[in-house]
């Protein structure tokens, strides 16, 4: 991806030092700031208060942070520990595991003295394989969109939440097939919830805004009108875990647009990476759902007249409110799921990865 012209990751190691840049997504969509990641606890925060997010790249944060921490301390307790702290960080995205899992496999058997630097070279490679597995993809998502084409003009594709670069290292995952499409001259335009409330379509929109895809931004409530309607071809969203039956835990608001691209016999697409699948995970209703701030929201953020960031209240601190922050998508709802292997029907996972044919 290229913001104002230059291409960038959306986390990357800093030359010459042992420390970490990232991109600061809470100032999105109205500041563009590096943040730098010194020591696991700046990690630990940034994947917490959500500078980073997006199941592929908090899983690549976390593998980065081990790293960071490893230079301080690399014996059995400190890795140990230190793999604890980032786990707690974020339950329901399960790649945060998945990359801890790798990087303790990886180093634990390693002395000491010799993982530090393999933590480093292990986290650069996670990170590489997430663009190689985004672009893979996009390859295959856009083989999908285009075999389900019936003459129109424009490919017209609805999205929820970001699932796109600044929620993986490069390319996305439910956008990386849009980004490919663009790249090959295809005339494709997105529509964007706003994915209230943290709003992550906002920052779809920035991203798609910084490669020239034309998109349209909605309110989440306005997608049922929309997908009624016609004329959408398809709607891709990401995920952060999928269990083995296929069952797609995503952004809050997932689910109602499932039901209503059904409804209106629209193909429902979930685009992630190997590292979301969650095969120990039965169905849907094991994967745990993380509950955020009540706060997220009483406030509302934004920038003023005069471009000043703020925020606004819109309840009082005595509000009761609830937050859960993702919802759980059957695999009914599923028409497919495409991953770094290719395209399948969402209760066939096992057909793309047959060597978890016995977990
Ligand atoms: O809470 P977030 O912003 O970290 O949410 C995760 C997501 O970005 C989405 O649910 C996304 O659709 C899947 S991750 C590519």
């Not at 920038?303 to 209240?313: F, N, Q």
Request: hydrophobic share 50%.
């Amino acid at each position: 991806m290229q913001v104002n012209g230059t291409p960038l990751r959306t986390i990357w190691p800093v030359a010459g030092a042992r420390a970490v840049d990232v991109i600061d997504q809470t100032a999105l969509p109205h500041a563009f700031r590096v943040h730098r990641l010194h020591r696991l606890e700046d990690a630990a925060e940034a994947i917490r208060c959500m500078q980073v997010r997006g199941a592929p790249l908090i899983g690549v944060t976390a593998a980065y942070g081990l790293a960071l921490a490893l230079d301080r301390r690399a014996d059995d307790e400190a890795l140990l520990a230190a793999a604890h702290l980032l786990a707690a960080t974020r339950p329901t995205a399960v790649n945060l595991r998945w990359a801890l899992a790798r990087m303790q496999s990886r180093l634990l058997p390693l002395p000491p003295a010799a993982r530090a630097d393999a933590a480093w070279l292990e986290a650069a490679t996670i990170a590489d394989d997430d663009v190689d597995q985004c672009r893979r993809i996009g390859a295959h998502g856009l083989q999908l969109l285009l075999a389900g084409r019936r003459g129109e003009a424009r490919l017209e594709i609805m999205t929820h939440c970001n699932a796109g670069w600044l929620a993986t290292v490069d390319h996305g995952t439910a956008l990386a097939p849009v980004y490919a499409a663009f790249d090959a001259g295809i005339d494709v335009h997105v529509w964007v919830s706003e994915t209230r409330p943290r709003n992550q379509g906002l920052l779809t929109a920035w991203e798609l805004r910084q490669h020239g895809v034309p998109h349209t931004v909605i309110a989440d409530n306005a997608a049922g009108l929309l997908l009624a309607r016609g004329g959408i071809g398809a709607v891709i969203v990401g995920a952060d875990r999928i269990a083995a039956n296929g069952d797609v835990a995503n952004k809050i608001g997932t689910c109602l647009k499932a039901l209503a691209a059904r409804a209106a016999s629209v193909p429902f697409l979930v685009a992630a990476p190997r590292s979301t699948i969650d095969f120990a995970c039965a169905n849907g209703a094991a994967i745990p759902i993380e509950e955020r701030a009540g706060d997220e929201l009483r406030l509302l953020h934004g920038c003023d007249a005069a471009g000043v960031p703020g925020e606004l209240r819109q309840l009082p601190a005595t509000a009761a409110v609830a937050n859960p922050a993702f919802d759980v998508t059957p695999a009914s709802l599923v028409d497919r799921i495409i991953s770094e292997r290719g395209c399948c029907a969402a209760d066939s996972l096992r057909a793309l990865y047959p060597e978890q044919a016995d977990d």
